[in-house]
């Protein structure tokens, strides 16, 4: 997409993660549950795909419900992104998106709601990432009569029309402990996106011991990173059995055809100092036991 800078405007910086994660949120009583937070289509110009987004009135009582779409670009070098006014004469995913619903409702109070979304890819879409949020305030009249708004959800729409784009990233940061007693074992990864379209990178950790031989690996999937943005992934080696010695951690991180892109590694130790503490206790008692019978015991030999 292509914006000329008098048509951008930062509404407000936020996290893509924030919607990626949260299925519910609530100020006061009046609440809003979404699922999915967050949907992927890739689709050719003059297609268009269909979707369910499932709504829920989490309030104390009917509320007014307000839908709408809006457009985001990432802001380089970050997680973040921002939003962008409509541009005179081009589409976006704001103009290729219809909700199956009227832009307010109202919400009775418990009541769940099935919306069909619909994404038409104009026939002269541009080849790379587009992006937008499907947006539901809810909004609540107070003893005053005032609308009092409440919860405001999103649902991160990515789309991708396939043609000359690259898809690329490299790794920042690995970052594990150094020292551990026993599992469970965090890695941190700090990814940068320096292609041109989102993508989820995709790949694992290989755990290998002192001896070169592979005792756990680590898959690291589905978190979306936008084009120019970096963003920090966490990965868990749900291990419990017992730890001892040297370990090494491999990192490899895919594109979406298995293409390695970026690759690093980092070493920690496991000693259980609980281990440590009954060898010490037992080499003590066993050197003042033998020195206690030494002394109780005489053995001559005629």
Do not use: C
Not at 82 to 100: I, M, P, S
Not at 154 to 171: A, E, R, S
Not at 181 to 186: L, S
Not at 208 to 224: D, L, R, S, Y
């Amino acid at each position: 997409m292509k914006y000329s800078a008098n048509y951008l405007k930062t509404l407000v910086l936020i996290g893509a993660m924030i919607f990626a994660s949260a299925t519910f949120v609530s100020a006061g009583s009046t609440g809003l549950g979404i699922m999915p937070t967050k949907v992927s289509h890739t689709m050719n110009p003059g297609e268009s795909v269909s979707g369910i987004i499932s709504l829920k009135n989490a309030s104390d009582g009917a509320i007014k419900v307000e839908a709408e779409i809006q457009d985001f670009i990432p802001t380089a070098g970050t997680g973040m992104f921002q939003f962008v006014k409509r541009a005179e004469g081009v589409t976006t995913v704001r103009d290729w998106v219809t909700l199956d619903i009227p832009e307010e409702f109202i919400f009775k109070k418990g009541d769940a709601k099935e919306i069909k979304y619909t994404i038409k890819a104009p026939p002269d879409a541009e080849p790379g990432s587009h992006f937008g949020i499907a947006f539901f305030t809810a909004k609540e009249k107070d003893e005053s009569g005032m609308l009092k708004i409440g919860t405001r959800l999103g649902m991160m729409i990515y789309v991708t029309v396939p043609g000359n784009f690259l898809q690329k990233g490299k790794i920042l940061k690995f970052e594990g402990p150094v020292f551990i007693q026993g599992g469970p074992v965090n890695f941190k990864i700090k990814f940068e996106n320096t292609g041109t379209v989102h993508f989820e990178p995709k790949g694992g950790i290989k755990i290998t011991n002192i001896f070169g031989k592979e005792v756990g690996n680590v898959p690291i999937e589905g978190q979306t990173v936008l084009p120019t943005g970096a963003r920090d992934l966490t990965a868990l080696w749900n291990i419990s059995s017992f730890l001892l010695g040297r370990y090494r951690a491999e990192i490899n991180i895919k594109d979406g055809e298995g293409n390695i892109l970026t690759s690093d590694s980092v070493a920690f130790y496991a000693f259980p100092l609980w281990y440590l503490l009954i060898f010490i206790i037992a080499v003590v008692a066993l050197f003042f036991g033998l020195k206690f019978l030494k002394k109780k015991i005489k053995i001559s030999i005629r």
